[in-house]
């Protein structure tokens, strides 16, 4: 499972894609450290998200609202964390061998 998975460089494809979402005007800069906090900590507290992005509040709400509108983060209410979700568009690039070529 962990040949298929590749958990040790899960990281470094979620960071490229994010970049290239960024660099598409997809994302908002920024975006990526949120999805790697939510990754290595299990959720993120919403109050956190200024101190983990680097912006005032204002700009981290608006990173995480677009995060949970394209389906990288999820929350189950107002005051639960913040989950790192795999979206379906980003499954292929995020587990390149999950899925055999055809």
């Known amino acids: 499972m962990a040949s298929l998975l590749e958990p040790d460089s899960l990281l470094r494809r979620i960071r490229l894609h ?3 979402e960024v660099a598409a005007g997809r994302l908002p800069k920024n975006s990526f450290p949120l999805l790697r906090e939510a ?5 993120v507290p919403r109050g956190h998200a ?9 700009m981290a709400r608006t990173i995480v609202s677009d995060l949970l509108k394209k389906g990288y983060l999820k929350w189950a209410s107002s005051r639960s964390p913040l989950v790192l979700v795999f979206p379906i568009d980003a499954v292929e690039q995020w587990f390149p061998r999950l899925y055999s070529a055809v």
């Open 50 to 58: 200024g101190e983990i992005t680097g912006y005032g509040e204002r």
């Open 18 to 20: 994010i970049e290239d």
């Open 39 to 43: 990754l290595l900590t299990g959720g």
